[in-house]
């Protein structure tokens, strides 16, 4: 056997984000609009309510599902948020982020040979899990139709063999919302097929103006639809590791099994943290999409006035512009825009190879670092423009 690893793990590729956000040390003063994560700090009173649990010795392993209270605060302010009903003791398990709840959900329901459907581009952490489990993604290209997943084309892609159909709503990297009305046609539509539905709701709180909406609303889904929601992107708790999943009780039954023997439970001071962040500090996300808004102001502006086409981004805090008119792939766009312009961001193809032609730029950052960001852009794209 020498040491041979599993060839799915040999396969898996180290995260796009990283490739650019490593070498941004290379080049002082580079502006850093790579980042997946808000700049507001954390709220005071989750601040406090960690500390207290250590303090406090509140530190040891919870129930694997996570703390009774907390999994019954986040059915009550999901639920009632976003109009479904998922009971706390048999259809809630917190999990180490969202990518605890993805890795558990698409463990327990994979098998070899399965297809999942993911509307591409997309975030780059469903496509290693799929494969890891032996099934085949499958993809659903959504720039024809401004990044939002089309119900016919959706539809043509379910065979048999479909599984599950992954959406992430709002979505990350091009920050469109699906539309109340193409929620509704979406919905029908699934209703008619045996799968699978995943939504990685993680985003649902950094809304700005429109307000998501959840496959949870709809009463047909009920029995095969998994949600994913978590405080990493709503109260900057991205290294606090807390997500939750809401799922029916027979298939939470093995989930939790799963998600177990992965991580016995969510770091406990997290847990007690997060008790505070859906009560106390719940507002939280206004205050940040506020702030987001402005500068999502700044960057909308600034790629008009270069021309670069992009879609209207009503969620998350990323742009999505396309560079398609340039000869150069998006990776090198990103490192030479690094090098030459002081300007970190994302190449699109760290989204799927769907992604390439299209850059993401995350704007949440300091106004002025953003618009000096988009500055220095602005500089490069005219300079790409005049060499050409
Ligand atoms: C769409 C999406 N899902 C999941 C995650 C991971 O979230 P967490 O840090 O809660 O695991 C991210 C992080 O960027 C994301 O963008």
């Known amino acids: 056997m020498g040491r041979s690893i599993n060839g799915r793990a040999l396969d898996t590729e180290l995260s796009g984000i990283r490739q650019i956000s490593n070498l941004i040390p290379e080049y002082p003063g580079a502006i850093n609009l790579t980042v997946g994560q808000p700049d507001t700090p954390v709220p005071e009173g989750v601040k406090a309510a960690g500390e207290r649990a250590i303090r406090g010795d509140l530190t040891g392993y919870s129930h694997n599902a996570g703390l009774p ?11 009632g948020k976003y109009r479904f009903e998922y009971d706390p003791y048999t259809e809630t398990v917190v999990t180490a982020g969202a990518s605890g709840a993805m890795d558990a959900v698409l463990r327990t329901l994979l098998e070899p040979g399965d297809e999942v459907i993911i509307p591409v581009p997309i975030f780059a952490g469903y496509e290693p899990l799929i494969k890891l489990a032996g099934a085949k993604p499958v993809y659903l290209d959504t720039r024809p139709t401004g990044f939002v997943p089309d119900v016919e084309q959706l539809e043509s892609l ?58 949870g609303k709809y009463p047909a889904l009920r029995d095969r639809l998994f949600l994913i929601h978590g405080l990493s992107k709503s109260h900057s708790m991205t290294g606090w590791r807390i997500g939750f999943l809401f799922g029916p009780a027979d298939i939470m039954n093995y989930v939790v099994r799963i998600h177990a023997y992965n991580t016995i439970c969510a770091p406990t001071p997290s847990q007690h943290a997060a008790i505070e962040a859906l009560g106390g500090s719940a507002t939280a996300p206004d205050k940040m ?3 987001n808004l ?14 670069l086409p992009t879609v209207k981004p009503n969620g998350a805090f990323y742009a ?5 008119e340039f000869p150069l792939i998006s990776k090198d ?49 005219e300079q790409l423009r005049r060499n050409r």
């Open 158 to 215: 379910i065979t048999e063999k479909t599984k599950i159909v992954i959406f992430n709503n709002p979505s990350n990297p091009t920050g469109v919302m699906i539309p109340q009305d193409q929620m509704d046609s979406l919905a029908e539509m699934l209703a008619r097929h045996p799968v699978f539905i995943l939504s990685d709701d993680i985003y649902s709180e950094n809304t700005y103006g429109v307000s998501h909406t959840s496959f």
């Open 69 to 79: 209270e907390l999994r019954k605060i986040a059915s009550a302010y999901y639920g």
């Open 289 to 291: 999409n506020e702030i």
């Open 294 to 307: 402005e500068r999502r102001s700044i960057v909308l502006d600034a790629l008009h006035r270069m021309q």
């Open 320 to 324: 999505f512009p396309s560079i398609q």
């Open 333 to 381: 766009f990103a490192l030479r825009m690094l090098a030459e312009a002081g300007v970190a961001v994302v190449h699109g193809s760290a989204f799927t190879d769907y992604g390439e032609g299209y850059i993401r730029i995350s704007y949440a950052r300091p106004k002025a670092e953003v618009r000096l960001a988009m500055e220095r852009m602005s500089e490069f794209v």
